[in-house]
Nanobody
């Protein structure tokens, strides 16, 4: 059974930083493409960042490019999202997602098979 468990969310002031982490189990993690999505109240879930199986290729939504960094540690079976220069519009529930067994990048939620339960990020102005 595949499980993805996010952690690291919280309340932060605008301009601050948070680091989200996602622990994966039940899949061969080092062959899985991974992603982060977010959903704000009253809005659809949106793509944030994606990383390939090795961590060598990443991509980001324009809204977070230059501020967020996705990374992975295959030995620890974790994917992380470092969020800097946070803005109030970054407030959302953040979800970790796995493409397993597909290994590459993906931008649509339908391309991800497994999802975590989400972690709340709130940025105050």
């Amino acid at each position: 059974q595949v499980q993805l468990v996010e952690s690291g969310g919280g309340l932060v002031q605008a301009g601050g930083s948070l680091r989200l982490s996602c622990a994966a189990s039940g899949l061969t993690f080092n062959t899985a493409g991974m992603g982060w999505f977010r959903q704000a109240p009253g809005k659809e879930r949106e793509f944030v960042a994606t990383i390939n199986w090795s961590g060598g290729i990443t991509d980001y939504a324009d809204s977070v490019k230059g501020r967020f960094t996705i990374s992975r540690d295959n030995a620890k079976r974790r994917v992380s999202l470092q969020m800097n220069s946070l803005k109030p519009e970054d407030t959302a529930v953040y979800y970790c997602a796995a493409r397993y067994p597909e290994a590459g990048l993906a931008y649509g939620s339908a391309e991800y098979r497994y999802w975590g339960q989400g972690t709340q990020v709130t940025v105050s102005s």
